[in-house]
């Protein structure tokens, strides 16, 4: 697992419930924050977006995304 994938637990792909369930996120999620916080320094935003980034290389650069 990668500290910054988000581990998804389950999901429902039978319509109209199609729901899915991840991890438990303390902080909520990033659109919270965001908006929460809509003045965040330049460099906290810079080192989400590093973060975010690393995240998605694991997926992308993985034969199996899941092993992440």
């Known amino acids: 697992r990668h500290p910054n994938v988000l581990q998804m ?3 429902c792909i039978v ?3 199609l729901f899915y369930i991840t ?3 303390p902080q909520g999620s990033l ?3 965001l908006k929460q916080y809509p ?3 330049i460099r906290v935003r810079l080192s989400m ?3 975010i980034t690393r995240g998605l290389v694991c ?6 995304w899941f092993l992440c």
């Open 9 to 11: 637990l389950g999901a």
């Open 49 to 51: 977006a590093i973060e």
């Open 23 to 25: 991890e438990y996120i």
């Open 39 to 41: 003045h965040l320094d």
């Open 15 to 17: 319509p109209p419930n």
């Open 31 to 33: 659109d919270k924050v």
């Open 59 to 64: 997926i992308y650069s993985l034969t199996s």
